[in-house]
């Protein structure tokens, strides 16, 4: 299976690829595009895209109104008080994917007390972790009952968050340890996709499924990955 993950999966809709889009917090976050124009910018020093939007969007009742099926909301939170109000309005049978590792707002993502949102009318209940997460962290969600990876989040840096060729060392660290101490696990493989060749080294290394984003800023380069999927997985 093939994702697009936010905030690309807010806008595109394609045969084969599921969206993922958000992330959505409890309260609207105003300021998404005066955002995007101030921090969005590709880096030759890092051979990335870097953004610090910080998480803007219209809330988790937007996303609840507008949601639909086949389709999977990233929900981020900002704090701990958030996460009982959050489960009460979302519909139980609402594929999910909670973001803890946003790296350019300005508080951090909770990672804790999360087990409030699984629910087995969900397929999907993923955790997207961060590219330099601490593995501890990892076999803590595990032992919460967290049988999805999301792997992984955007590099923080300094500036912001990095996307790109760079996540890719650290999820080959990551999916492998992930796979091999929990094979029940799924993983979706994601960060620095741009060619069939490196969705496929994700699945060499223990990917289930893939996920890919910033590729989209590329139009040639999308084209030509989206036509190897139809061609390769006959979507």
Request: overall charge positive.
């Amino acid at each position: 299976m093939f994702f697009i993950g936010p905030p690309f999966g807010n806008y595109i809709s394609l045969p084969g690829i599921v969206p993922i889009k958000g992330s959505y917090t409890l309260h609207p976050r105003d300021g998404l595009f005066l955002q995007i124009l101030k921090t969005l910018r590709y880096s030759f020093k890092y051979n990335g895209w870097i953004n610090k939007i910080g998480l803007r969007n219209k809330g988790i009742d937007y996303a609840i109104q507008n949601h639909c099926k086949n389709t999977i909301t990233s929900i981020a939170i900002l704090d701990p008080s958030d996460i009982p109000t959050i489960v009460e309005k979302i519909p139980k049978n609402m594929d999910i994917e909670l973001n803890v590792s946003c790296p350019n707002a300005e508080k951090h993502m909770e990672k804790n007390g999360l087990t409030a949102f699984l629910n087995p009318l969900r397929t999907w209940c993923i955790i997207k972790i961060s590219p330099v997460c601490d593995k501890k962290l990892i076999d803590q969600y595990y032992k919460e009952g967290f049988r999805q990876f999301h792997c992984s989040n955007t590099v923080p840096i300094d500036e912001g968050g990095l996307s790109g060729k760079s996540i890719m060392m650290h999820n080959q660290s990551l999916i492998p340890y992930i796979k091999q101490k929990y094979p029940d696990v799924t993983i979706i493989g994601g960060g620095g996709i741009t060619q069939w060749e490196d969705a496929k080294g994700y699945f060499d290394i223990g990917a289930d499924h893939i996920s890919f984003s910033t590729v989209t800023f590329c139009p040639y380069l999308f084209g030509r990955l989206y036509f190897s999927i139809v061609t390769k997985n006959k979507l």
